[in-house]
């Protein structure tokens, strides 16, 4: 409560500081400011430039700026709490019981006593005389401090025992998920410092010639450092590339790059439809025998592409992501009558019924008024329960052309499903309109049979391989935003705190090396996802550009390190069309 106090007195000294600029009011820009200052309440005004010598104004800015790292840390000191209440509360209820996750283990053996952990990793080491670390550039800190002492013993030189690590840093693509890459170059330090073999293989038995050349032209070490300036970057967030080479030199494939074309001022998935529905049409993968995957970013990328390509009569097609059991236009409306039967005053519910095949199915003689549909169905869901009268109206629907379809008839079953556990998870204090919520927290994945084109993210198409792969670039022109930062972090000494905002950590100095850092591990892990999605490929890659004169995805950006362009993306996707260009074999799609 003191805290609060004190950041409400320092908002009341910043606001007071407006009198003192009341001399600059009518100048470009200045009313503004001095608006924010005397209201003041988190927002942080620009600085016009009539004021950019004002000591007041800079005053006020300093202020402004250490008050937002203060509440920071306020609201950092509140999430420990919270998270520490609820780590005492799961640890009493769930681990007390015996039970644990995945995750669970490192945090146990990490928070073991000495000396329980020695006598621990004693036994173990007495058991174990060979180590074998895959995909190590994934490695958490806290999975390495688990394992450190015992990896560190065994790769001894005269300990009589081995330790095998395969990693890839140019696929660290899980940072997001506490994934330190840094861990990976340390060992390969120790490696060569110690006497142990250090072996790179640059040798590609996956694709063709061309796709390694493709991989060269775009992500070769000289060309992304050449774009980016990593020189400040810590080690584990500095581009590292040797150029790769095929196995198989021999067989023949296709790399194409395609500029979609511009539906609007602004790009969107819907400018990728045409263009990957139109290779899909002239190779015809699912006739031919050819794996076929087309990697997105996001989930909802996958589903949109999905949609206009069954839309087009292209069924040989599923999105692996994840998806809303609900995602069905007719499951919407199923879900519209439990609102109305809970909430007969629910005006947007009654409209949508009214406006659906629902109504034709169910009411043909005219739907009722609002208060008698909703009496109706409620009597409906008390007596006969969910799921017999949602299949009742599936029965309904059936005998409506053009209205219920295999897509409907696979997510209905989920739904159904949802339905059955809910109204046998219901109890006193849960109402009938919480279906809504709790379906909407449902999801499903589907898995493609063989012969299907598979869309799904890049971060699942990791460790797969593809014939062809069709990746559809959209995303925004720079790698950092100013939305989703994340918190500040930083090791030796090891803290953690809520991000007061960019143009806030940019006035301080800790804050701001902290940024940067963050920044450069953002830019690196980027690049890394679109390593990865363009190293699936075996034989043809397929890559869809944003249109050429369309502004990018909307975001918030901020500025970044670069050398030359201060577009990175734009810079990126001319040198992608021009490298790739010169990569591309005479074979075209539709012959390969």
Not at 477 to 493: W, Y
Request: glycine content about 8%.
């Amino acid at each position: 409560n003191r805290r609060l106090g004190r950041l409400q007195a320092d908002r009341t000294g910043i606001r007071e500081l407006a009198a003192g600029l009341a001399g600059y009011a009518g100048k470009r820009g200045a009313d503004t400011f001095i608006g924010a200052v005397r209201e003041f309440g988190g927002t942080i005004p620009k600085l016009p430039k009539c004021m950019e010598d004002e000591p007041v104004a800079l005053d006020a800015l300093r202020k402004m700026n250490a008050w937002k790292i203060a509440l920071s840390l306020k609201q950092t000191q509140g999430v420990f709490l919270l998270m520490n209440a609820y780590e005492a509360a799961y640890a009493s209820k769930v681990r007390a019981r015996g039970l644990v996750t995945f995750d669970d283990m490192p945090r146990l053996l990490n928070s073991l006593p000495s000396g329980v952990k020695l006598p621990l990793e004693y036994r173990m080491d007495a058991q174990f005389d060979h180590w074998a670390l895959d995909e190590f550039q994934d490695t958490s800190r806290g999975q390495w401090k688990a394992l450190e002492n015992l990896i560190g013993e065994a790769s001894l030189p005269d300990s009589g025992k081995s330790v095998f690590i395969v990693g890839d840093r140019k696929q660290s693509i899980y940072e997001w998920r506490g994934g330190d890459v840094e861990i990976l170059g340390r060992q390969v330090e120790l490696a060569g410092r110690g006497g142990n073999r250090l072996e790179s293989l640059d040798e590609s038995y996956r694709y063709v010639s061309v796709i390694s050349e493709a991989v060269n032209r775009v992500f070769g070490e000289s060309v992304i450092r050449g774009a980016i300036d990593m020189d400040s970057a810590p080690e584990s967030a500095k581009w590292k590339c040797k150029d790769h080479k095929s196995h198989d030199r021999e067989t023949v494939g296709f790399v194409q790059v395609i500029q979609a074309e511009k539906e609007g001022s602004r790009a969107s998935i819907s400018d990728f439809f045409g263009p990957v529905a139109d290779a899909l049409d002239a190779v015809k993968p699912w006739e031919r025998g050819i794996s076929t995957a087309i990697l997105v970013r996001k989930n909802d990328a996958g589903e949109a592409i999905l949609s206009h390509l069954k839309s087009v009569g292209i069924s040989q097609v599923v999105f692996e992501g994840d998806s809303a059991v609900s995602d069905s236009p007719v499951l919407s409306v199923m879900i519209e009558l439990v609102r109305l039967a809970e909430h007969s005053g629910d005006e947007l519910a009654y409209a949508h019924i009214r406006h659906s095949p629902v109504a034709e199915a169910m009411y043909p003689g005219g739907l009722p008024s609002a208060d008698s549909l909703s009496a109706s169905l409620l009597e409906d869901f008390t007596k006969s329960g969910m799921v017999r009268k949602f299949r009742e109206v599936r029965e309904a629907l059936k005998r409506i052309p053009d209205t219920w379809n295999a897509f409907t008839e696979s997510r209905f079953e989920d739904f159904i499903k949802c339905a059955a556990e809910f109204e046998e998870m219901r109890d006193a204090t849960m109402r009938l309109s919480d279906f809504a919520e709790f379906v909407s927290r449902k999801t499903r994945r589907d898995f493609a049979e063989p012969g299907m084109v598979r869309i799904m993210t890049m971060h699942q198409s990791k460790g797969l391989g593809f014939d062809w792969v069709i990746i559809p670039f959209h995303e925004p022109e720079k790698m950092i935003g100013e939305r989703h930062v994340g918190p500040l972090a930083h090791s030796d000494p090891d803290w953690i705190m809520e991000n007061p905002g960019i143009s806030v950590d940019m006035t301080d100095k800790v804050l701001s090396a902290a940024e940067r850092n963050r920044q450069q591990i953002q830019i690196y892990n980027t690049l890394c996802l679109d390593y990865v999605a363009m190293t699936r490929a075996k034989r043809a890659l397929t890559i869809i550009l944003n249109p050429k004169n369309a502004k990018p995805p909307a975001t918030t950006e901020v500025s970044m390190p670069s050398r030359d362009l201060p577009s990175i993306r734009r810079a990126m996707a001319l040198r992608t069309r021009r490298a790739l260009a010169a990569t591309s074999c005479s074979v075209s799609p539709k012959g390969w």
